[in-house]
């Protein structure tokens, strides 16, 4: 059975930083891209960031526009862990994040969004002037 568990949202004003944390297990971690998601309150569900399959050098990672150079993702396969780390939030980045374990041997090219299998519960980033 696939969990994917969010943790290390809270409240924070703008300007400041805070770093979400996804621990998964019940799938072979070092194989699947992982990917973050936000949905704020009436608003779609949007991709944040991805980053691809454990290999090489270093695995590949995309963003999404509005939180490039601001927030950054990385994993940890030996805790079977994601992280994205987040910083200047602004009250915008205000929302639900979502955890979710993508696609095998995915690099996070074209549309990553989309591929998205295994999903968290959220966790809540609220951003306060």
């Known amino acids: 059975q696939v969990q994917v568990v969010e943790s290390g949202g809270g409240s924070v004003q703008a300007g400041g930083s805070l770093r979400l944390s996804c621990k998964v297990s019940?799938?072979?971690?070092?194989?699947?891209?992982m990917l973050w998601f936000r949905q704020a309150a009436g608003k779609e569900r949007e991709g944040v960031a991805c980053?691809?399959?454990?290999?090489?050098?270093?695995?590949?990672?995309a963003y999404a526009e509005p939180v490039k150079g601001r927030f950054t993702i990385s994993r940890d396969n030996a805790e079977n862990a994601v992280y994205l780390e987040m910083n200047s939030l602004k009250p915008e980045d205000t929302a639900t994040y979502y955890c979710?374990?993508?696609?095998?041997?995915?690099?996070?090219?074209?549309?990553?969004?989309?591929?998205?299998?295994?999903w968290g519960q959220g966790t809540q980033v609220t951003v306060s002037l």
């Open positions: 979710a374990a993508g696609g095998r041997w995915d690099v996070c090219e074209g549309s990553w969004t989309r591929r998205a299998e295994d």
């Open positions: 980053i691809g399959y454990a290999s090489g050098p270093g695995p590949e990672t």
């Open positions: 019940g799938l072979t971690f070092t194989v699947r891209a």
